[in-house]
């Protein structure tokens, strides 16, 4: 990511304390892009496609998404079905960051189109550190243009 813009981050995520923790470890393991955090499923709908309170909005789409499945008004499935399935961001990279771990759930989301599925350990510590590495793998990570 050294020589572009930097990218903007969209994280939902419905626990306010998840993502204050998320953003944290993010940013201590050298994350700096700008992270946009929405609470709930319809607000990331319409932040993305500029409607609703984002009608009229200029910011440029997100190039990576993290979704908890977990959210109040749409669930990150429909969030992920509505991003996947429209041509204006279905490449836009989507990692799941959930507490479900079970194996159909995961399944269910690679075939919707997720292009990483991560569950959040329920211990500080370990969540903690599993967001570090996820800060980690996003600073290597090429989104598209």
């Known amino acids: 990511m050294d020589n572009q813009q930097p990218v903007m981050i969209l ?11 998320i953003e944290k470890n993010l940013r201590r393991a050298g994350i700096s892009n700008k ?3 929405l609470d709930n499923g319809q607000k990331a709908v319409d932040f993305l496609f500029k409607e609703g ?3 009229g909005a200029g910011h440029a789409s997100p190039p990576l998404i993290l ?3 977990n959210l109040p008004v749409l669930d990150g499935y429909q969030v992920l079905k509505i991003i996947k399935n429209d041509e ?6 989507v990692v799941i960051l ?3 771990d079970n194996p159909r759930e995961v399944a269910r989301c690679y075939e919707m ?8 350990p329920v211990e500080y510590d370990k969540f903690s550190d599993a967001i570090r590495k996820l800060g980690l793998f996003l600073s290597i990570v090429r989104v598209p243009d």
């Open 88 to 93: 204006r961001t279905k490449s836009i990279p």
């Open 98 to 100: 959930t507490t479900t």
């Open 53 to 55: 309170a984002y009608s």
């Open 67 to 69: 979704l908890d499945l």
């Open 11 to 21: 994280l939902v995520e419905d626990d306010s304390g998840h993502a204050l923790l």
């Open 35 to 37: 992270i946009i955090a």
């Open 113 to 120: 189109g997720c292009n990483v599925y991560i569950t959040k």
